[in-house]
């Protein structure tokens, strides 16, 4: 399955410990205690229910009496831990469902209350704490069609709704807990994965932006050094010259020489252009490719680079934007091809008047069907074989450096599609040399190429004196 390694240092999806801020959950409280209040007064003054007031505001007064412990006790910042949350969310399920035990039980309508706190459990905790508040919320509301006060109305009779309709109400509501439950858990999911997977993304898209910066400043130290270097250099020369009766001067003449090449040579490996050289900002498509595919290029994969126009178009390589974004997004692709091949990737560049395109391809052995509906989804898991275990021992594939990839190349305009080469269930003696995996990138030229009106190097700027 071609997934790239996750990258180290982010956030696991789910280790989120200390993400609910208290007064969230206090102000969720005292909005069910006003409902609940408001409720009982309607109940008794509107409708003339008879219930047992002093028990209910009992319960009521609970909640409020544990709300005002927990604004005294914790400061207002107070982030909750996963623990104390599903406590929060324990007393007030425990809360309510007395509450129903008081009015009427499962007669009373307002017993789908307790979806509440399980759903807000499914957005905010894992699936353990979600479980136990779910199981715990279904034992509840199932004790409380058994043990209840019943609730009469003005005249003393009992209000009380036909068997069959309690069942299905306490069907209903068991299955309201689990389907909300599932459901805000899945998309809450969902959400936090892609949000770890942004994260890693803005990470990735810094470290390249700080490498390209970083060559700026040393392309700049090597062009601003290269004069005083080259007098050091003419000095030291004449100096050797003229000390020839002096070995031990003349010797001294000659390190210095030595060193002021070792200096030039040094910064002219790190820095390859000129201080704001437009050939730091733009490259030829080939001369980028082979940039993306560099770190790569020794890892026992033969890598093969085929640059050519698509028809009618000219023969000349445009010249590219040298953006992170594109770097990194293609040294993602050529790393995920250099992982799954088997001993070969191809780079193809390619271009028309109004298109450049790229497409890596490999002979290793495809996407596998579910792997290819999925490709550009974070942290996709799936269980290694021994197989491959072997063969990338190092390797944890979570789809998180595809994603990565995806992302910031469609941020630059580009459109990706994946597929692979031949059907991955022929036989190996049927298959082409280019059987593995394909990803192809589009861009629009106008995004991407750099305008060449006025010359490669731009057009000349006046010297300020």
């Not at 499914?122 to 043990?147: E, Q």
């Not at 934007?321 to 990194?328: D, G, M, N, Q």
Request: with cysteine.
């Amino acid at each position: 399955m071609n997934t790239p390694p996750r990258e180290s240092g982010l956030p696991a999806p789910f280790d989120r410990s200390q993400w609910v801020p208290l007064r969230t959950l206090t102000w969720l409280r005292w909005v069910a205690i006003a409902g609940q209040l408001v409720a009982l007064e309607v109940a008794q003054r509107v409708f003339g229910l008879q219930i047992n007031t002093g028990l209910c505001y009992l319960v009521v007064g609970a909640a409020i009496i544990a709300n005002l412990l927990a604004i005294a006790i914790y400061p207002k910042n107070k982030r909750l831990t996963e623990i104390e949350t599903m406590l929060m969310l324990l007393f007030d399920v425990t809360q309510l469902a007395l509450l129903l035990m008081l009015t009427g039980g499962l007669n009373n309508p307002f017993a789908l209350l307790l979806l509440t706190p399980v759903t807000i459990s499914a957005t905010a905790l894992r699936l353990g704490p979600t479980l136990l508040l779910g199981v715990v919320a279904i034992g509840l509301i199932t004790l409380s069609a058994y043990v209840h006060l019943p609730l009469r109305d003005a005249f003393g009779d009992i209000m009380r709704m036909p068997d069959i309709y309690l069942f299905g109400f306490w069907v209903a509501i068991v299955i309201g807990v689990a389907f909300l439950a599932a459901y805000a858990l899945r998309i809450s999911s969902e959400i936090n994965t892609m949000s770890d997977a942004f994260l890693a993304t803005q990470m990735a898209l810094a470290r390249e932006q700080k490498l390209t910066d970083l060559g700026g400043v040393v392309a700049a130290a090597a062009h601003e050094l290269g004069t005083p270097l080259a007098t050091i250099k003419l000095v030291s020369s004449e100096l050797r010259d003229e000390l020839s009766d002096r070995p031990e001067l003349r010797d001294d003449a000659a390190l210095i020489a030595e060193q002021a090449d070792r200096c030039r040579d040094i910064l002219h490996s790190m820095g390859r252009a000129g201080k704001d050289d437009l050939h730091l900002r733009t490259a030829p498509l080939q001369r980028l490719l082979e940039e993306a595919a560099e770190p790569h290029q020794d890892r026992g994969k033969a890598l093969h680079f085929e640059i050519a126009p698509l028809p009618g178009a000219e023969d000349r390589q445009p010249a590219i934007r040298r953006r992170p974004e594109i770097i990194h997004g293609l040294r993602n692709l050529v790393q995920n091809a250099v992982d799954f091949a088997e001993g070969n990737v191809w780079v193809e560049g390619f271009w028309s008047d109004d298109q450049i395109g790229v497409r890596i391809s490999d002979d290793g052995a495809g996407y596998t069907q579910q792997v290819l509906d999925r490709i550009g989804d974070p942290f996709m898991r799936h269980r290694r074989t021994e197989d491959e275990i072997r063969k990338r021992p190092g390797y944890a594939g979570m789809g998180l450096g595809l994603f990565i990839a995806k992302t910031l190349l469609e941020r630059t305009g580009a459109q990706l599609s994946f597929a692979n080469g031949s059907d991955p269930y022929l036989a190996p003696e049927n298959r082409p040399e280019r059987c593995g995996a394909v990803v192809e990138v589009i861009w629009p030229r106008t995004l991407i190429g750099a305008d060449r009106s006025a010359g490669p190097l731009g057009e000349n700027q006046p010297i300020l004196g």
